[in-house]
């Protein structure tokens, strides 16, 4: 995806002129247990226990690994495998996968947190393209991925990029409004499961330029009835920066809280880069903070790993792996740079 979008003044003229036209989950491995599965709404954000995926690439990896003598390698992956990350869905029908995922961490005392990714004309037709094919699928999927969840604890970051795009050639034609719309109305889907917190993507500290010009998109979008808005998603911007930004953008909001994706923000993101660069399995990045909802800064509930660290942004015009498939060489990075 490229995380980088053209300078987010233009949004505000965008929604103006719209205003006028009216992966198949991978198998083996067991999940870890925990005590009692809090609600996700807890009032003690120390109770959050968020899911470890035992079944994910970066456990199979570790397992490969080990099978094959390689133990400090595995070592290595095993900074991913151990902690918590997102689970993405894109599946046509998303009801089946999501109640496993639900089911399978709410009897491990855990919470997950899913990423919604279906979103008509999704990624602008970038590595991760996709979505639904209409308006009308993807509502319909997204009641599916809500039945999924059903009355079990999750957390929800919707739609990467999907805000941000608006600026780009996918939402041209009148589509920015349809593309708010269809967010508003997954929010409020989801929000009718009394165990789901929802966080509605915006975009990174590289992607907006001024924070006041995002308000009036996100109130459209549906922020207000959201738990509030994600930020940093697959990118490398530091907890800092992401913090400067972010923190603006909530005040433009009356204060709206909000999480940061730290997955692979250690080193923050390549200063002198460019193009694919600076946002495509850029070198020399590492793991970042722990996921956690101890984060220690006013109005961040948690510190999130969203961006799967291991799985590839995409072939980058280099001929690297497809989005989100194991790049092997790309997590030992991640992990050997972490501190």
Known sequence: MNRYGRVAAALALVIMMTACTGDPAPSGGPDRTAGPAPSAGSPDPAAIRFYVDGQGAAAQEVRRLLREGKAEEAALIRRIADRPTAVWIGDPDPRARVAEITDRARRAGQVPLLVAYHIPDRDCGQFSAGGAASAEEYRAWIRRFAEGIGDRPAWVVLEPDALAHILDNCTKGGKAAERLDLLRGAVEELKKKPGTKVYLDAGNAGWIRNPGDWVDPMRRAGVATADGFAFNVS????????VAVAGK???????????IDTSRNGNGPPRDARGDDAWCNPAGRALGAE???????ERVEAFLWVKRPGESDGECHRGEPAAGTWFHSYALELARNSR
């Open 291 to 297: 996921p956690t909802t101890k984060t220690g800064r």
């Open 249 to 259: 953008l909530s005040d433009a909001l009356g204060g709206a809280p909000y999480v």
């Open 235 to 242: 990118n490398f911007f530091t907890t800092e920066e992401s």
